[in-house]
């Protein structure tokens, strides 16, 4: 069962999306050449407390013996997909993209969205790898309305990926979001259109394609966390939190 969240679950998930949309568009401002990704977790972490709400990723572990997750923000630095641990020992520079994922709760609800940036100037490659995929991402929204299916979102993020001679990371998934930052559903970023669950005004679904420049295999560092490609080439990550509403949708991780 999909849950089905009231309008006035929705309002609360729409203040706590918006608190990650405002972070997520300071630390864009605050990305260049020689910052560490640990200055920008500090920088997230003053403002979400600022806002009185709270990390839905800090000491996060989906399961008892994994090791909590130390940041606020995930920060993912080229060739990783997501998840990277952000640190002072990692510096920013000239050419880097940089995917930092976000999410709080506030008044007990939460808002998921990520985005991927440039450092400084960037090779023509990545600049379209980020395209197409923040485009994967809005074609996936678009179908996040009635009568679609959830793979229908899946189909749509899938098909624009690699029409453009991307590949699809096929090992992690969006989800459903409310109370918990992981609900039901998964939402895969390939799939058959016309197939899974009819979607329903009230689903809120965080929708975050990981696109690769080569090929669609992961693999996972040392530290338990942090996410590559299996061949070391880039990857870039968008996400949004939307929720389907009697009029159509809504993404509300936006600004
Ligand atoms: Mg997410």
Avoid at 18 to 31: D, G, Q, S
Avoid at 92 to 119: F, H, M, N, R, W
Wanted: glycine share 10%.
């Amino acid at each position: 069962m999909i849950p089905l969240k009231t309008p006035a679950e929705i309002e609360r998930m729409r203040r706590a999306s918006k608190i990650v949309a405002e972070i997520l568009f300071e630390l864009a401002e605050v990305v260049k050449p020689g910052v560490t990704t640990g200055y920008l977790n500090a920088v997230a972490e003053k403002e979400i407390r600022r806002r009185g709400a709270v990390s839905a990723f800090k000491g996060y572990k989906p399961f008892d013996d994994d090791l909590p997750f130390p940041g606020v923000i995930c920060t993912s630095v080229n060739e990783q997909v997501v998840h990277g641990i952000p640190s002072e020992r990692v510096v920013l520079k000239q050419g880097d993209i940089v995917s930092i994922d976000l999410g709080v709760i506030c008044e007990g609800y939460c808002g998921d969205a990520a985005t991927t940036l440039p450092v400084g100037k960037i090779r023509k490659e990545a600049r379209r790898l980020l395209q197409v995929t923040e485009q994967s991402l809005w074609e996936g929204i678009l179908r996040c309305r009635q009568p679609f299916r959830l793979h229908d979102i899946s189909a749509a993020v899938q098909c624009n990926a690699e029409s453009h001679g991307f590949s699809v990371v096929r090992k992690y998934f969006g989800h459903g979001i409310g109370k918990a930052m992981h609900e039901e559903p998964a939402v895969p970023n390939f799939g058959e259109p016309g197939t899974g669950p009819r979607l329903e005004p009230g689903m809120v679904l965080a929708i975050e394609p990981m696109i690769n420049e080569g090929v669609a295999d992961t693999e996972v560092l040392d530290d338990r966390w942090t996410v590559t490609t299996a061949d070391g080439k880039l990857s870039a990550h968008f996400e949004h939190t939307v929720a389907i509403t009697e009029r159509g949708l809504e993404v509300l991780s936006r600004l």
